[in-house]
């Protein structure tokens, strides 16, 4: 399988970064929803007291080609709860921008499909969280994965990019093998996965959290699920709130490509988000209150841009402080980190920081300690616990919860690129020439690594070669 062809136009490159490019917009473009999800962070379904008139969407999309913008993700609540999505679909599509909706699929119906699709649509990403019986319940309304399935396929059928995006929480991971063969038959070509975070009605229900050292069991199962789908076509992608740089994290950055990892928090630098009622933010999953940088209405989109709505955390602290990639990571994923302890710069859902907990006989647990508000983007408090891993009792790990203790500041304007030691799959620093994760020389490695891959190259030359003849 070529996955160089599946790289989408969101993929930045190192110009990307450097001129800080809002390469990927994500655009609700309303909270109107037909679902009720148990863990939608928005807590959509009505729409926004003054959404976006259709003049002013389209003058949004004008800015959006100014900017330099490579891609347009349409999501809601329901984007296709407005009458006036094909218009705005046309209008991003008549700049050359990648126009895609991401959807719950319930009521997408073959009428409004060809109409998206003939005003330029180029891709449908359908949201399913699990089999049947699992993706109802957290969606919330009896049907909806049957829907789900049935607009994927006739995306498929209309020829558009189809994939799915799929939330793991704490019931998902035993349904993703059996999911897998169900997507692929319904024709998706990526499929994208991400933590549940505790926002909205997910914080209102903790029970649907993964607990962070569960990463040790669902990370080693998403590298296995990622090779199982690459054999049928389809390319596993990880969200921004899953790592990082455990030995897997050569899968997840640069669809397929090795020298891509993960280099912080990229919301408001090549990641643009504008909520339906004007809105702007540098990811559309951060809370309102905390992340607004300014609004359509009152500022133009690029004068909002240029004032600069990063939200990489500046300050790290507790496990993150200290840790070998701290200065490249920036601690993760501002969206969980955020959410969960009000403060980003320390998270607890990493695989790296999981494994060497581990390694102590330790693990974290996240206890929730203060209810969210019942409005949207909302987040309550959850406080980190450090435990034996064997006895599940309180451990003697420095404590990771807020403590006012600060570092100084970690955000570099270009992080360092890694290189991959062979031995492991860890990323380390080019300058090393002993990896601090498994102790093998990186040079010997790098070697060995290279004559393996020439000897496969070799064997499978041999092979075709014999195949060609024995068909002759």
Known sequence: MNLSAEVPPRYCSAEDERSRVPVHVVWELTLACDLKCLHCGSRAGRRRASELGLQECLEVVDSFARLGTREVSLIGGEAYLRRDLPEIVRAIRSHGIYCGIQTGGRHFTPELMERVTEAGLNGLGVSIDGLEPLHDKLRGVPGSFRAALDTLRRAKIAGLRTSVNTQIGSETLEDLPGLLPVIIDAGAKQWQVQL??????????????????????IMPALAGLYHEAQNHGLLLIAGNNIGYFGPYEHLW????????????????????????????????????????????????????????????????????????????????????????????????????????????????????????????????????????????????????????????????????????????????????????????????????????????????????????????
């Open 196 to 217: 549940t975070v505790p926002m909205g009605n997910a914080a209102d229900r903790e029970e649907l959290l993964l607990q962070p050292y569960q990463l040790l069991q």
């Open 253 to 472: 950055r640069g669809y397929a490509d090795e020298s891509q990892h993960w280099t912080g928090c990229a919301a408001g630098r090549n990641v643009l988000a504008l909520e339906s009622d004007g809105t702007v933010k540098g990811c559309p999953s951060l809370s309102t209150v905390a992340f607004a940088g300014g609004n359509v209405r009152h500022l133009s989109l690029e004068s909002i841009w240029q004032r600069d709505v990063s939200a990489r955390a500046t300050e790290l602290w507790g496990f993150c402080q200290t840790c070998y990639y701290a200065d490249v990571c920036l601690g993760g994923c501002t969206w969980m980190t955020h959410s969960l302890l009000g403060r980003s710069g320390n998270n607890p859902y990493c695989h790296h920081r999981a494994i060497e907990l581990a390694k102590q006989g330790l693990r974290e647990r996240i206890v929730k300690t203060e209810a969210a508000e019942p409005k949207p983007f909302a987040t309550g408090r959850f406080d980190i616990l450090v435990e034996c891993s064997e006895t599940a009792e309180p451990g003697s790990y420095p404590s990771t919860q807020l403590d006012g203790k600060l570092s100084k500041p970690r955000n570099k304007e270009s992080p360092e690129r890694l290189v991959i030691c062979r031995a492991c799959n860890a990323y380390v620093r080019s300058a090393e020439t002993t990896c601090p994760q498994c102790g093998a020389s990186i040079l010997i490695a790098s070697q060995r690594y290279a004559e393996d891959s020439r000897r496969r190259r070799a064997l499978l030359d041999e092979i075709k070669g014999l195949i060609a003849s024995h068909d002759r």
